[in-house]
């Protein structure tokens, strides 16, 4: 599950940065102001991961950095590697 989720993270990334090459600079402005951000992104799988529940993965993607933060400081045993 961890390989899929780190393809997954990779692949927006990947995709973010590509499809940036091909647009005008006023699209790319409003994709990043608007698109979903890195944070997000990390908050929503590590929230996934506790909690395998979809509500609370999008809860935790509009706190995008606040959760992540919370979630470091508050990993279990199991979850530290």
Same mark, same amino acid.
């Given at each position: 599950?961890?390989? &899929?989720?780190? %393809?997954?993270?990779?692949?927006? &990334?990947?995709? +973010?940065?590509?499809? +940036?090459?091909?647009?005008?600079?006023? !699209? !790319?402005?409003? &994709?990043? !102001?608007?698109? %979903?951000?890195l944070g997000s992104v990390i908050a929503a799988v590590t929230s996934w991961e506790r909690n395998k529940s979809v509500l609370w993965a999008v809860i935790h993607g509009i706190f995008s950095w606040f959760y992540v933060i919370y979630f470091v400081l508050t990993r279990r045993a199991d979850e530290k590697k």
């Open positions: 599950m961890k390989k &899929v989720n780190f %393809i997954l993270v990779f692949l927006l &990334v990947f995709a +973010q940065a590509y499809s +940036q090459e091909r647009i005008d600079s006023e !699209t !790319t402005r409003t &994709v990043i !102001t608007n698109g %979903i951000s």
